[in-house]
C-alpha cells in the first residue's frame, strides 16, 4: 500500500481543525509530532483575516479621514448640493464673460460664481437661468475642451417647459440670439421655438397646448434640460439605463427604428435625446468629432456610479478624485461621444475658499517657491469640471496601436556590456529572452519580458553611443531570494532587504552596468501594487516637479501621486502615461540623477513628437518608418532622459 | 486591565507609537499607519471572541472607525495605543452581547477574558503578519484555505494547479510560518 504524502497527511489533519468551529489543540487528531506541531499552527489560523477586508476597510478610513481634515465640515454634507438636481448642464464657450453678461440680458440669469484663472480665462461659472444651474467656462483647449465654433456645431439642446414661450424667445431674440425654429404650434401638441445664442449654443423653448401634458412637465417648468443627439438612439437609451440608472418615460420610433424622440430620467432630472437629423442641424459628437456641452451629473456615490457607467462602456477621460472645490469627480465619455462629469458634493466651500485653493495650486502647478498650501490637493487635478470636450484634433490618450505584450513605457537600457547584462537579467530576475538582432548602430539590440513587463536593452559590439544605466523599480514574489541570487550574479549591494513602512519588503542592487534595481515584494494580496507592474522605471532627477510637468505637457502624463516633505522636496512622485507608471523621488545621497530612455507606444508618433517638441524637448531623430515595423523619432527632454515615441504599424517581428 | 496585558508586552515602541498618535491627531490622514500598526491585533482579538467572521469584520470596522472619531480625545497617558482600540472592542461586544441578552434571556452574559488570553492574542497577531509575507504562491494558498475557507479542490480550480501542488503548497506554507515564528521567537 502506497505511503500517503506529508502533505496529504497535512491536509487531512487541517480538514478536521476547518469542519468544526472549536477544535482545541488538545483535540487534534493524533499525528506524528511534526504534523502535529503545523496543525497547532492550522488551529490559530482560522480566523485569519480575509485579504480584502483590510484593505477595503483601510480606503473607508482614509475616505473617513480626508473630510474630516476639511475645516468646517458639518457632519452632513448633502452629496447634491443646495439648489442643484441630478443633471447640469455645463457650456464650453469663447467668450465665457461675454456669454455671462448675455444670458443675463437674454434669459434672465444670474451670476453666482465666476473663477477666473491667472490668464482672464474663467475656468468655471455658475449662473441661475430659470430654476436650474447651468455651468460654463472658457474654451481650454489644453484640457480637451472646445466651444460650438471649434467643434462646428452641438449635438446638445438645452431644452426649457416654460409658462409663456413666446415671451423667453422674445427676449432672447432681442438679446441677440438667432431663431433656428421660429416659434409655432406643433403638430405634436406643443407650441415650440428654437434659438442659437451669439456663442453658438442652441436653445429650445416649448409650452404645451393640451393640459395632460402640461399637468405631466409643470413640475419641470423653468428647468433646463439636456437634449441629446446619438447616432443609435436605442442603444442610447439602453446604455443610459444601465450606466445612469436611467429611466425610460416615452420613446417615438421612426418605422425603421430610429428614435425621433425619447425621453429619460436620471436621478430627478429629465433627459431627453433623438437621433440625428441632419436636415435640421441635429448632428451627433461623433459626427461632429467632439461636443462642447459636458453633462454634469451630481449623485449619491460616485465611485459606483462611475465604476457601472465604465462596466456599461464609458470611457474614463479622468478617473474619479476628490477636487479642491469640494467635490469627488470623474469624467466619462459615452459609446455615443457625449461626455459627463459624474460627481459627488462632499464638502461646502465658499466661493473665497475655493479660489484661495485655486491660486496656491495654480501656484503649485507653475513650480512657484511655495512650500505652503494645502498639500492634501497636491494630487487633485486642475481640471474643474470646466474641462468639458474632447478635442477630435489632439492626439487621443488612448495609445492603441501598441503591439501585443508591451506597455506604453518600456524601458531601453544601454550599456557597452550589453549582451553580459542581458545574461544577468536572465540569471536574476529570470528575464525571458524574446529577442536578440543588430541594431541600427552596429550593436546588439534585445528584448525580454520579466513578469508582465518588457525591456529592451540594446549596446556592445560596434555601438559607440553614451551608455545610459537606468533605475528600475522590480516587484517580485520573494525580496531576499532575488536579491541573494542578484549578488551570486555579481551584483553590488546598494540596500540590503528591509521592510519599509510603505508597505513593502525592499532590497537595492547595482548591476554590472551600473543600473539599479529597486527589487520589491508588496505586502498583501499581490506582490505587485495596484496600478504599477512588474517593471517600473524609477528617476532621480533634481527637480521633480519640473520633470512631472514636461511630462504633463508632453505626454498627457497624469500625476497619480506626489508626496513632498514640509520644505517642498519632492520624496515620491508617481506620475502615470498610459497604462504606465513612471516613478520619482528627488536626487539625494546615493541616488543621484539617471537620464533615462524611454521607449513609448503611442497612437500616433508624429504628433507626439510634435507635442513633446512644444513642451520643450528637442529632436533627436524626426519621424520615420522603421524596418522592424514602428514609426517613431525620439526627442530628449530639458532633463536629458531620451524618449523615442512610437506606432506600431506593421507586424514584421517574429515574437 | 486590558492595558497592563498589553504595557508588558510592547514597551520599547512607546515614543515611536506617541509619535504617529499625535502626527494623526494633528492631521487625519496620519491614522492610516496606525491602523496598518495595529489592524492584526484588533482583528485578532475580536475573532477570537466573537468567532463569527462576518461580525468579525463588522466589529473590526466599527473600532477604527469609532477610534478615528475620537482620536482628538486620546490623552497620552503611557497606555499603548493598542489597549485603548482593544477596550473599544471590549466595550463594544459587551454591548452586542447584553443587546443579544435581552433579545434571548436564555443565555448568560459571558463575562470579559482574563488577562492572560492577551498573549494569545498576540501570538495570533504575530502569526496573521507572518503570513503576509509568505512567498506570493503559499501566502494566497493558506489565506483561500484559512480566510476563505475553500476546500483544496476549490483552491486548485481557481488556480489552475492541481489538487497534490495546492496540498504542498499548503505544507509549505504552514512550514514556513513555523520556521519563521520559531525565528521570531526562539
Known sequence: ?655 | MVARGLALKAPGREAEERFLVEAAQRDPAKFAELYESNFERVYAYIGWRVRDREETEDLTSEVFHRALASLPRFEWRGVPFAAWLLKIAANLITDRRKRQHYANTLDPVEEPPPDTSFELVEHRTQLFRLVDRLPVDQRRVIVMRFAEQKSIREIARELGRTEGAVKQLQFRGLQNLRARWDEGNG
Open chain 1, 1 to 655: 500500500m502506497a505511503k500517503r504524502s506529508l502533505s496529504q497527511q497535512l491536509d487531512e489533519l487541517v480538514d478536521a481543525v476547518l469542519a468544526q468551529p472549536e477544535v482545541t489543540e488538545a483535540a487534534l487528531p493524533p499525528a506524528e509530532p511534526k504534523l502535529a506541531a503545523l496543525a497547532r499552527l492550522a488551529t490559530r489560523l482560522r480566523g485569519l483575516p480575509r485579504q480584502d477586508f483590510k484593505a477595503r476597510l483601510k480606503t473607508d478610513l482614509e475616505r473617513r479621514a480626508i473630510m474630516a481634515t476639511k475645516p468646517a465640515v458639518a457632519t452632513k454634507v448633502r452629496p447634491i448640493p443646495e439648489g442643484f438636481r441630478t443633471v447640469t448642464p455645463y457650456l464650453c464657450v469663447k467668450d465665457a464673460a461675454g456669454a455671462i453678461e448675455f444670458y443675463k440680458k437674454a434669459f434672465g440669469g444670474t451670476e453666482k460664481l465666476r473663477l477666473p484663472m491667472p490668464d482672464g480665462r474663467i475656468g468655471h461659472a455658475e449662473m441661475q437661468i430659470g430654476k436650474s444651474q447651468i455651468m460654463l467656462s472658457d474654451e481650454f483647449p489644453e484640457y480637451g475642451t472646445a466651444s460650438p465654433p471649434s467643434v462646428g456645431g452641438s449635438p446638445v439642446d438645452i431644452h426649457f417647459y416654460v409658462e409663456d414661450v413666446d415671451l423667453w424667445c422674445a427676449r432672447a431674440i432681442t438679446a441677440g440670439a438667432r431663431a433656428l425654429v421660429p416659434v409655432a404650434d406643433q403638430d405634436y401638441g406643443e407650441r415650440y421655438g428654437r434659438l442659437e445664442d451669439p456663442f453658438g449654443h442652441r436653445w429650445g423653448f416649448s409650452t404645451p397646448l393640451k393640459e395632460d401634458r402640461a399637468q405631466q412637465v409643470r413640475e419641470i417648468y423653468d428647468v433646463a434640460t439636456p437634449y441629446l443627439v446619438v447616432a443609435d438612439g436605442s442603444k442610447a437609451i439602453d446604455f443610459y439605463k444601465e450606466a445612469f440608472a436611467a429611466t425610460e418615460l416615452m420613446r417615438l420610433a421612426d418605422p425603421d427604428g430610429r428614435i425621433a424622440h425619447a425621453e429619460l430620467t436620471i436621478g430627478d432630472s429629465l433627459v431627453m435625446l433623438s437621433g440625428t437629423a441632419p436636415e435640421y442641424g441635429r448632428l451627433s459628437p461623433q459626427s461632429l468629432g467632439g461636443t462642447p456641452v459636458t453633462i454634469h451629473l451630481f449623485v449619491e456615490d460616485v465611485d459606483a456610479v462611475a465604476n457601472q457607467a465604465v462596466a456599461a462602456g464609458a470611457k474614463v477621460l479622468r478617473p474619479v478624485q476628490d477636487q479642491f472645490y469640494g467635490e469627488r469627480s470623474g469624467r466619462l465619455e459615452d459609446p455615443f461621444g457625449h461626455v459627463w462629469i459624474v460627481s459627488t458634493h462632499i464638502e461646502d466651500v465658499t466661493p473665497e475658499e475655493i479660489r484661495r485653493r485655486l491660486d496656491s495650486f495654480m501656484n503649485q502647478q507653475t513650480g512657484a517657491t511655495q512650500t505652503q498650501g494645502p498639500t492634501q490637493y497636491t494630487e487633485a487635478t486642475m481640471e474643474h469640471p470646466a474641462a468639458g470636450v474632447t478635442r477630435p484634433e489632439a492626439p487621443s490618450k488612448a495609445l492603441k496601436p501598441i503591439p501585443r505584450g508591451f506597455q506604453t513605457v518600456t524601458p531601453y537600457l544601454t550599456a557597452q556590456q550589453a549582451p553580459e547584462l542581458l545574461d544577468f537579467l536572465k540569471g536574476a530576475f529570470d528575464a525571458e529572452e524574446l529577442l536578440r538582432t543588430t541594431g541600427s548602430a552596429g550593436g546588439m539590440h534585445a528584448e525580454v519580458r520579466i513578469g508582465d513587463s518588457r525591456l529592451m536593452i540594446g549596446g556592445g559590439g560596434a555601438w559607440r553611443g553614451t551608455p545610459m544605466p537606468t533605475a528600475i523599480h522590480l516587484y517580485v514574489t520573494d525580496t531576499d531570494a532575488v536579491y541573494r541570487h542578484a549578488l551570486e550574479l555579481g551584483a553590488t549591494s546598494i540596500h540590503e532587504p528591509m521592510d519599509q513602512n510603505y508597505g513593502e519588503r525592499s532590497a537595492s542592487v547595482r548591476d554590472l552596468a551600473g543600473n539599479h534595481w529597486y527589487i520589491a515584494t508588496r505586502f498583501g494580496p499581490t506582490h505587485v501594487p495596484e496600478g504599477l507592474h512588474t517593471v517600473n522605471v524609477y528617476l532621480h532627477p533634481r527637480s521633480p516637479a519640473q520633470v512631472i510637468d514636461f511630462m504633463k505637457q508632453a505626454f498627457a502624463a497624469e500625476e497619480v501621486a506626489r508626496y513632498a516633505g514640509p520644505d517642498g522636496t519632492i520624496h515620491h512622485a508617481q506620475v502615470r502615461i498610459g497604462d504606465s507608471v513612471i516613478e520619482m523621488g528627488e536626487a539625494h545621497g546615493p541616488y543621484q540623477p539617471m537620464p533615462t530612455m524611454f521607449y513609448l507606444y503611442v497612437d500616433d508618433a508624429d504628433a507626439w513628437y510634435k507635442r513633446a517638441l512644444q513642451a520643450g524637448a528637442t529632436s533627436v531623430s524626426e519621424p520615420a518608418d522603421q524596418p522592424y515595423g514602428d514609426r517613431n523619432a525620439g526627442v530628449k527632454d530639458p532633463f536629458d532622459n531620451v524618449w523615442y515615441v512610437a506606432s506600431h504599424i506593421k507586424d514584421v517581428r517574429t515574437s
